[in-house]
């Protein structure tokens, strides 16, 4: 069995559906040996990131930065996860307003410094909603799980 972790901030019905696309592929009926867990980023711990084989983040941009819920995660877990989840698989997905790139690069700045290793590039979402965007995400936590499961990362 792989674990696999989702931390995201959902501030909006979109960013609700976002989620719910992204949590959909993780946990897709033919992924039958990946555990999913969902955490709003307030309730996500260092414990949390240790029981991961892998991890995806999720933020909005507020301020040409993640958002504040994702920093406070990140701050949290960062010295007790910092020797022992080294490697560790994430992707990142970002709903910007308009942007999105500051989002995009604080996160990946964090992450330098944990050693995680990337395996998908940043899904940025951005202006309009797009239904589109829910297929995306959808394939995109698949895509996260089914490696997993796989043990190709
Ligand atoms: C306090 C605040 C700051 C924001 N700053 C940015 C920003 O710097 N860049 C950006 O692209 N969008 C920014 N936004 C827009 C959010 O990213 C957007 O509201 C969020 O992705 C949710 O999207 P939705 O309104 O489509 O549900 C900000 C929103 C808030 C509430």
Not at 83 to 89: D, I, K, T, V, Y
Request: aromatic residues 10%; proline residues 4%; contains cysteine.
């Amino acid at each position: 069995m792989q674990n696999l972790l989702i931390v995201a901030n959902l501030p909006s019905a979109n960013t609700r559906k976002l989620v719910d696309a992204v949590l959909a592929g993780a946990r897709h009926p033919d992924i039958e040996q990946v555990d999913v867990k969902f955490s709003e980023p307030l309730s996500a711990c260092a414990e949390d990131v240790l029981w991961a084989n892998g991890i995806i983040v999720g933020t909005t941009e507020n301020f040409g930065y993640m958002s504040g819920q994702i920093k406070d995660f990140f701050e949290r877990i960062y010295y007790p996860c910092l020797e022992q989840a080294q490697g560790l698989p994430y992707s990142l997905f970002i709903k910007g307003g308009l942007d999105g790139t500051g989002a995009t690069l604080s996160m990946q700045k964090i992450i330098t410094g944990l050693r995680w290793k990337e395996i998908h590039q940043p899904l940025l979402m951005k202006g309009e909603f797009q239904q589109q965007w829910l297929a995306d995400c959808e394939e995109f936590g698949m895509y996260m799980a089914a490696g997993l499961e796989a043990g190709v990362f």
